[in-house]
């Protein structure tokens, strides 16, 4: 039962556009919600997150949208630099688990020359 | 990834030997988690651990895993008689405390492999 979802395994986007990753939950019971960056070999790293009482964060070139109606975040990264090439994992906690987080697959970002 | 300290790196085990990964969370953290990740797929959770107590084993195989996190030392992950499907990436993450929405941070892994 995978309750985060990430449905583009990978996603290619030009040096200085915005790249835009994708994040669907089925859990109605998680209220925070966080984006990881990954490289090879390395653990994750933390990126933003937001919790459910707010439906936007903003942090420089990164940004996540909540919309709960419609259980999907996004993260948005604007200006996309060839340093952002990574693994992006959503994740999400819920009350009673401690911060316990469950992952989505992950979406590989390219971001090319 | 600063702080949250894992070793070995790289493990290498024979079919039905033992392998023991550590972990060493960040200073001032007392609660730690575990977490596989098998090849191209995302990270799965298996075990939240206290010092000195389990609180959440519902991520962890019935057989053959186990973990603890003693009042000393760092936390084990421990597989009894490996086959080969638990060739992964183990990550350990940490927090200062129970829920305090923080996110957690995770250590460059073990990758285990099982010849």
């Known amino acids: 039962d995978q309750q985060v979802k990430q449905n583009s395994p990978s996603l290619s986007v030009q040096e200085g556009r915005i790249s835009i990753l994708n994040c669907d939950y089925t859990?109605?019971?998680?209220?925070?919600f966080l984006w990881y960056k990954k490289y090879p070999a390395e653990g994750p790293t933390f990126l933003i997150s937001?919790?459910?009482?707010?439906d936007k964060n903003e942090d420089g070139r990164f940004t996540v949208f909540l919309n709960k109606s419609a259980k999907h975040l996004s993260l948005h990264i604007v200006p996309s630099q060839p340093g952002d090439s990574a693994v992006y994992f959503c994740?999400?906690?819920?009350?009673?688990?401690?911060?316990?987080?469950?992952f989505g697959t992950g979406t590989q970002l390219k971001v090319e020359l | 990834n600063a702080g949250v300290m894992q070793n070995p790196r790289h493990l290498v085990r024979r079919r039905g030997q033992e392998a023991r990964l550590r972990c060493s969370p960040m200073?001032?953290?007392?609660?730690v988690y575990w977490y596989r990740q098998l090849p191209e797929e995302g990270l799965k959770f298996m075990v939240y651990?206290?010092?000195?107590?389990?609180?959440?084993e519902s991520g962890m195989p019935k057989e053959r895993f186990s973990a603890e996190f003693p009042k000393e030392g760092p936390s084990i992950l421990r597989i009894q008689q490996v086959v080969r499907g638990d060739s992964a990436a183990y990550f350990c993450?940490?927090?200062?405390?129970?829920?305090?929405?923080?996110?957690?941070?995770f250590g460059n892994g073990t990758r285990l492999t099982v010849t």
């Open positions: 937001i919790s459910s009482i707010k």
């Open positions: 993450a940490s927090s200062p405390g129970y829920r305090d929405n923080s996110p957690l941070h």
């Open positions: 651990l206290q010092k000195e107590n389990i609180i959440d």
């Open positions: 994740a999400a906690s819920a009350p009673g688990g401690g911060n316990k987080l469950t």
């Open positions: 200073k001032g953290h007392s609660h």
């Open positions: 859990n109605s019971m998680f209220d925070y």
